[in-house]
């Protein structure tokens, strides 16, 4: 009887044990980060003895009942809340925050054993804020521990543009209290390397050439324009294209036979009639027509913003012509000009008294007057006061025409004129006259210093001059007296332009000072794949730095640099560096580590991408934790730098871990063989590299406590009908003690 007593005392006292637990758990169902209790019971036995007819050593125990045999942890994850507490966390996965009761602490995890200077405490509850000293703590004031990169010092932020820095030290095992000021100041960086990635569509923003072609002294560089492939102009903000629009075709109209002359664009050369530069193409005009091609001039000769091209007669002779083909029409050279006069020689007049230098022009041949003032003869008569210039324009000789006495035509490189009456007799069978050899000339370019006759007649910038009085060496373009301009006529293109694009970047000083690096894109190659070898796009760009408002230079002068696209539009710039006072700006225009800069034409010229590594001061405006525990700085100007990163620790057994309150754990030891062991088994680094190795941190989440309700209360009532039964066993017991003693009686 007093075994029952006994028996029944316990099942009381164990049941009261296991009701307390689960009550607890119950009273902590809204408890964030709480760790549910599991009451674990074993029996008890005070004594074994034999008796007689013992069937088994159990059988033998002396049984008093059940005791506790622990309070298990639940290590089963609770529900995830969404929260808006700046630094409210939830870890989902195995592992625990870190939190410790000193601010000048450390905790050190490695990798087979750790290091710490104070007690520390480990939780779920990640219902953390910030102190009025910035750190982060719990609502019990314990701070939490994680990794600080060290960028934070006295209420300044320093970064370090180093990312594998970063990396490096958010990897590490080293823990200490997180501290963020809330009125956190960004330290300025100097910038010192700029990527800048971007499209340029040749398609878009053509302007003026003059904005390249322009010299340090503001004069047009007509060489340069001149020699630059044709193919990299464009008019009407449209590119020429002439790899597809390559014709410029003449027609001649001598005496009613009209002759075609047809140039192209392409690398043949002068044989091939194929040009690529405008100064290709103004020697074949010069050569095959006795034309001038020369860039557009105002009247003081000077060229002006906007640029054009002029085709002109700045030969001796007069012209039928009409000019077009696909390439002149895009350069806006299209027309008809039945009589397309030089402005040099009237037609040869027998009753006018000529002065020498006289130009004249009869029956299709230049002539000049190398005589004395008097009236002449037929020119080609008067061979004395008389010399050819020019008789490119003569129709050469055909069997299948009829020529009358006095006509003129040109045969196997002389010139012939016909001396009896009508007939159509070969050159070769008499009745025509040999005047010479054919010629073709056009007036001298002015060279200064050289002394001109009264009379003389030069070509100067694209125009014709004649010298009137005082001979002598005085500019044409300048001495408006002694020369006189001779008005040929002329056709004028389009305003020739070239495909362009400008970028501005920021860039920053030590303090903070913002400056632009300006960059003018222009094109200078459209590129052509069938070209030997084959050429890609190319770009010629002009660099400098200049103040905020992108108005004063602050380069001592441009920096000129290039882009070229290949066939497959993969761009190739070498970085070419930048003065920024007395330091320097590494500046690549080939584009960012993940956006190259591109040649699409169906995309705006635009800036993809840029990447600096300066800054301006700024502010703390917001603070981000991401998935792996790292917590990111945003900045007000900009700036989105990691500090550090919250701590996590695992452990082989959670179970080794002992409640203290408040949500916290803590290690416990135990002696074993004299030897002291950690039950829990030492912290793991919840962290390889960047990346968690058990889990991930929800940034604005709370882990809410893991107790079932369902199964608590389930719980509950088995404890409670646990400890009725045993008061029953125990309310029997007394009784029959009771009725015993009065047996005894």
């Known amino acids: 009887?007093?075994?029952?007593?006994?028996?029944?005392?316990?099942?009381?006292?164990?049941?009261?044990?296991?009701?307390?637990?689960?009550?607890?758990?119950?009273?902590?169902?809204?408890?964030?980060?709480?760790?549910?209790?599991?009451?674990?019971?074993?029996?008890?036995?005070?004594?074994?003895?034999?008796?007689?007819?013992?069937?088994?050593?159990?059988?033998?125990?002396?049984?008093?009942?059940?005791?506790?045999?622990?309070?298990?942890?639940?290590?089963?994850?609770?529900?995830?809340?969404?929260?808006?507490?700046?630094?409210?966390?939830?870890?989902?996965?195995?592992?625990?925050?870190?939190?410790?009761?000193?601010?000048?602490?450390?905790?050190?995890?490695?990798?087979?054993?750790?290091?710490?200077?104070?007690?520390?405490?480990?939780?779920?509850?990640?219902?953390?804020?910030?102190?009025?000293?910035?750190?982060?703590?719990?609502?019990?004031?314990?701070?939490?521990?994680?990794?600080?990169?060290?960028?934070?010092?006295?209420?300044?932020?320093?970064?370090?543009?180093?990312?594998?820095?970063?990396?490096?030290?958010?990897?590490?095992?080293?823990?200490?209290?997180?501290?963020?000021?809330?009125?956190?100041?960004?330290?300025?960086?100097?910038t010192?390397?700029?990527?800048?990635?971007?499209?340029?569509?040749?398609?878009?923003?053509?302007?003026?050439?003059?904005?390249?072609?322009?010299?340090?002294?503001?004069?047009?560089?007509?060489?340069?324009?001149?020699?630059?492939?044709?193919?990299?102009?464009?008019?009407?903000?449209?590119?020429?294209?002439?790899?597809?629009?390559?014709?410029?075709?003449?027609?001649?109209?001598?005496?009613?036979?009209?002759?075609?002359?047809?140039?192209?664009?392409?690398?043949?050369?002068?044989?091939?009639?194929?040009?690529?530069?405008?100064?290709?193409?103004?020697?074949?005009?010069?050569?095959k027509a006795g034309l001038d091609l020369e860039v557009g001039k105002d009247l003081d000769g000077k060229v002006g913003?906007?640029?054009?091209?002029?085709?002109?007669?700045?030969?001796?002779?007069?012209?039928?012509?009409?000019?077009?083909?696909?390439?002149?029409?895009?350069?806006?050279?299209?027309?008809?000009?039945?009589?397309?006069?030089?402005?040099?020689?009237?037609?040869?007049?027998?009753?006018?008294?000529?002065?020498?230098?006289?130009?004249?022009?009869?029956k299709g041949v230049v002539f000049l007057h190398t005589g004395e003032l008097g009236k002449s003869e037929d020119p080609f008569m008067d061979k004395e006061n008389w010399k050819i210039l020019d008789s490119s324009g003569l129709n050469v000789w055909t069997d299948n025409a009829t020529y009358l006495e006095g006509d003129v035509v040109s045969y196997e490189g002389k010139i012939y004129r016909r001396t009896n009456q009508a007939g159509n007799n070969p050159i070769s069978e008499g009745n025509w006259e040999e005047l010479g050899d054919m010629a073709t000339a056009l007036p001298p370019v002015y060279e200064q210093g050289t002394t001109y006759a009264v009379g003389d007649i030069v070509s100067y910038e694209g125009r014709l001059y004649r010298k009137l009085i005082d001979s002598g060496s005085s500019d044409p373009k300048l001495d408006k007296i002694g020369w006189q301009e001779i008005h040929g006529d002329s056709f004028h293109s389009e305003f020739i332009q070239m495909p362009s694009y400008q970028t501005n970047v920021e860039i920053y000083d030590e303090s903070g000072k913002k400056f632009l690096i300006q960059s003018r894109y222009f094109m200078t190659s459209s590129g052509n794949p069938l070209a030997s070898p084959p050429t890609g796009e190319q770009w010629e760009v002009r660099s400098a730095i200049f103040d905020q408002q992108g108005e004063i230079m602050i380069s001592p002068d441009y920096v000129t640099h290039s882009i070229t696209f290949d066939s497959e539009g993969k761009p190739q710039a070498e970085p070419v560096e930048l003065a920024f006072g007395d330091k320097k700006v590494m500046y690549n225009i080939a584009g960012t580590q993940d956006k190259p800069s591109s040649n699409f034409v169906y995309r705006n010229s635009e800036i993809i991408d840029k990447d600096q590594d300066g800054r301006s001061e700024g502010h703390l405006r917001d603070v981000r934790i991401d998935k792996d525990g790292i917590i990111f700085l945003a900045f007000d100007n900009g700036a989105y730098e990691p500090m550090g990163r919250v701590g996590i620790a695992a452990f082989v057994n959670d179970q080794g871990l002992k409640k203290v309150g408040g949500n916290l754990f803590e290690m416990?030891?135990?002696?074993?063989?004299?030897?002291?062991?950690?039950?829990?088994?030492?912290?793991?680094?919840?962290?390889?590299?960047?990346?968690?190795?058990?889990?991930?941190?929800?940034?604005?989440?709370?882990?809410?406590?893991?107790?079932?309700?369902?199964?608590?209360?389930?719980?509950?009532?088995?404890?409670?009908?646990?400890?009725?039964?045993?008061?029953?066993?125990?309310?029997?017991?007394?009784?029959?003690?009771?009725?015993?003693?009065?047996?005894?009686?």
């Open 1 to 190: 009887m007093n075994s029952t007593l006994l028996n029944a005392y316990s099942g009381i006292k164990t049941h009261q044990f296991g009701l307390d637990s689960v009550s607890n758990n119950i009273a902590n169902v809204n408890t964030i980060g709480y760790r549910e209790n599991i009451p674990q019971f074993e029996s008890l036995f005070a004594n074994q003895f034999d008796t007689l007819n013992a069937d088994s050593p159990i059988n033998n125990d002396m049984n008093y009942g059940a005791t506790k045999s622990s309070n298990a942890i639940s290590t089963r994850s609770g529900n995830y809340k969404a929260s808006d507490g700046e630094f409210n966390v939830a870890y989902e996965g195995k592992g625990w925050f870190i939190v410790g009761e000193q601010k000048e602490g450390s905790f050190e995890i490695k990798e087979d054993s750790y290091e710490k200077k104070q007690k520390n405490y480990f939780t779920r509850d990640g219902s953390f804020l910030r102190d009025g000293e910035g750190y982060i703590v719990n609502t019990s004031g314990y701070y939490m521990y994680g990794v600080d990169l060290g960028k934070i010092e006295n209420g300044i932020y320093t970064s370090n543009k180093d990312e594998e820095i970063d990396f490096a030290g958010l990897a590490t095992g080293a823990l200490k209290p997180l501290q963020i000021p809330q009125n956190l100041y960004y330290h300025p960086v100097l």
């Open 192 to 287: 010192t390397k700029v990527d800048l990635s971007t499209n340029l569509n040749k398609n878009e923003n053509a302007i003026s050439v003059s904005a390249f072609f322009k010299k340090p002294d503001g004069s047009f560089d007509e060489e340069r324009f001149m020699n630059m492939d044709i193919n990299a102009f464009a008019t009407d903000e449209t590119p020429l294209n002439a790899s597809s629009y390559n014709e410029v075709r003449l027609t001649l109209d001598k005496d009613g036979k009209k002759e075609v002359i047809t140039f192209k664009y392409g690398q043949g050369g002068e044989e091939a009639l194929e040009f690529r530069t405008l100064n290709d193409l103004k020697k074949l005009l010069q050569d």
């Open 305 to 362: 913003e906007k640029v054009s091209l002029a085709l002109r007669n700045n030969s001796y002779k007069n012209l039928n012509l009409e000019i077009g083909g696909s390439l002149f029409e895009k350069l806006g050279f299209k027309g008809k000009n039945d009589y397309f006069s030089s402005g040099v020689g009237a037609n040869f007049n027998a009753n006018k008294a000529y002065e020498p230098n006289a130009i004249v022009q009869h």
């Open 668 to 745: 416990t030891e135990m002696v074993v063989n004299g030897d002291s062991h950690t039950i829990s088994g030492r912290p793991i680094l919840g962290w390889e590299g960047l990346k968690l190795k058990f889990g991930s941190v929800l940034y604005k989440h709370l882990e809410t406590s893991n107790v079932d309700v369902g199964n608590a209360l389930t719980e509950l009532i088995v404890m409670q009908r646990g400890y009725s039964m045993n008061a029953k066993a125990f309310t029997t017991g007394d009784d029959l003690v009771k009725e015993a003693l009065n047996l005894k009686r």
